[in-house]
C-alpha cells in the first residue's frame, strides 16, 4: 500500500477509535526543543519534578528516544466539559478538582486506544515495521511535536491549543518506522489575547508562553511534596486538584468539540470539604479507584483540602480541621492548624 494512502486510511480509523484529530511530523521536527527544555531546567522552575531532568537527551529530542523511528503520529482524545469549571470556585465548602481528573484515568484510556490503532498501523504495513506508544510518562514532548505534527500551537499558557478542539484534550503518540508523509506544523492565533495569563490565581506566567512550575496550582496541588509556602496557599482557593483556570478562559473553546469516552463523565464532581478531610488511606484509595488523583495518595490530597477549608471562610469547618492537626503526617498536621488559624 502507498504511504499516502496508508496515511488517509489511518485517519479514518483513528476517528474510528474515537480520537479527535491526527497529524504527523518527524522524529527530528523540533530541533530547538532540547535547548529550551535545558533553559527552563536551568531556571529551576521544574520545582521538585526531578524526572523532568532526567533522561534529557530522550526529552529533548524524539529522534534520540528512538533512533529508528522514522515518524511520529500525534493523536488528540477531546475531554471537553459540560459545564462552566469554574464555577464551582465560587462553592467554598466544595473541592475543586480539575477538568481531566474527574472520570477515569486517562493515561489507561488513551494508552488502549493508541494500542489498537497501532496494531491496526502495522497489520496493513510490511513486515518487520514496528511502534511505540506513548501516553504522558515516558521523556517525550508531546506538545512540541504535536505542534509540528500541525494539531495546534503552545498558547501563552503552554497549553496545547487547536482552532478546531479548543484546549480540552489530551495527546498520544505512535512512534513507528513506517516513513509516513508529515504535515505542516501549525503557527500561534493567540495575537494580543491575554486572558489566561491574567486569570492565573498565583501568577505562575513569567511572561507569554512560559510557566513557572513553582507558582503553578496543578503543580502545587499534584506534584509538590511538603507544605506549599505559606504565600501561596491563601490564593489556592478550594482548588484540591489541578487547577482549569488558563484553560477554561481560553476563546478558542467555542470551537471545542465534545468528549466521546464515556469514561471521561464526571465521577468526583465537587465533593464536600468535610468529607475529605476525614479519609484515612484506605478509604481514599477506595473513594478513588481508577482516579489520577489516587497517584497523589491520601496525605497530600487531605493537605490541599485542608487548605481548601482554611481558605473557605466558613467558621463551622474549624472542627474539621481541629481533628486533624495531630495526624501522623507532619504536613498534613501543619495544614490543619493552619486551616484553623485561617479561621478563627
Same mark, same amino acid.
Given at each position: ?16 477509535? +474515537?480520537?479527535? %484529530?491526527?497529524?504527523? !511530523?518527524?522524529?527530528? %521536527? ?19 519534578? %526531578? ?9 529533548? /529530542? ?8 522514522? /515518524? ?5 482524545? !477531546? ?16 473541592? $475543586? ?32 515495521? $514496528?511502534? #511505540? ?9 508531546? #506538545? ?21 478542539? +479548543? ?14 508523509? #508529515? ?6 492565533? !493567540? ?8 486569570? !492565573? ?21 499534584? &506534584? ?47 465533593? &464536600? ?8 488511606? %484506605? ?38 480541621? $481541629? ?22
Amino acid at each position: 500500500m502507498k504511504l499516502d494512502i496508508l496515511k488517509d486510511r489511518l485517519e479514518a480509523q483513528a476517528r474510528a477509535e +474515537g480520537f479527535a %484529530a491526527l497529524g504527523i !511530523c518527524a522524529p527530528d %521536527a523540533v530541533p530547538e526543543a532540547a535547548g529550551r527544555l535545558a533553559a527552563w531546567l536551568a531556571e529551576g522552575r521544574q520545582g521538585q519534578m %526531578a524526572w523532568m531532568g532526567e533522561r534529557v537527551a530522550w526529552r529533548g /529530542s524524539a529522534a534520540a528516544l528512538w533512533p529508528e523511528a522514522r /515518524s511520529v503520529i500525534m493523536l488528540a482524545e !477531546c475531554y471537553t466539559p459540560t459545564g462552566d469549571p469554574l464555577a464551582v470556585l465560587e462553592a467554598r465548602d466544595r473541592g $475543586a478538582v480539575s477538568v481531566y481528573a474527574q472520570g477515569k484515568d486517562y493515561h489507561d484510556l488513551v494508552k488502549r486506544r493508541l494500542k489498537r490503532l497501532g496494531r491496526w498501523l502495522l497489520d496493513q504495513a510490511e513486515p518487520g515495521e $514496528a511502534i #511505540k506508544v506513548f501516553v504522558d510518562t515516558a521523556p517525550v514532548m508531546e #506538545k512540541p511535536l504535536a505542534q509540528a505534527a500541525g494539531l495546534g500551537w503552545q498558547g501563552k499558557h503552554t497549553n496545547l491549543l487547536s482552532r478546531d478542539l +479548543g484546549n480540552w484534550f489530551f495527546l498520544g503518540a505512535i512512534f513507528t518506522t513506517l516513513d509516513l508523509p #508529515k504535515d505542516v506544523p501549525e503557527q500561534s492565533h !493567540c495575537g494580543t489575547c491575554t486572558a489566561c495569563l491574567d486569570i !492565573c490565581p498565583t501568577g505562575a506566567f513569567p511572561a507569554p508562553y512560559q510557566l513557572d512550575a513553582r507558582r503553578c496550582i496543578s503543580y502545587l496541588t499534584i &506534584e509538590h511534596r511538603g507544605p506549599v509556602a505559606e504565600g501561596l496557599r491563601g490564593l489556592m482557593g478550594n482548588r484540591i486538584y489541578g487547577c482549569d483556570d488558563c484553560l477554561a478562559v481560553c476563546p478558542w473553546n467555542k470551537f471545542a468539540k465534545a468528549a466521546t469516552e464515556i469514561g471521561y463523565q464526571p465521577r468526583v464532581g465537587a465533593p &464536600e470539604l468535610a468529607e475529605l478531610a476525614v479519609l484515612d488511606d %484506605a478509604g481514599f484509595r477506595a473513594r478513588f479507584a481508577g482516579s489520577p488523583i489516587k497517584r497523589i495518595g491520601r496525605d497530600r490530597f487531605v493537605r490541599n483540602v485542608l487548605y481548601a477549608i482554611g481558605n473557605s471562610g466558613m467558621p463551622d469547618l474549624r472542627a474539621v480541621a $481541629a481533628g486533624l492537626r495531630e495526624d501522623a503526617d507532619p504536613t498534613v498536621a501543619e495544614a490543619a492548624s493552619w486551616a484553623v488559624d485561617r479561621l478563627s
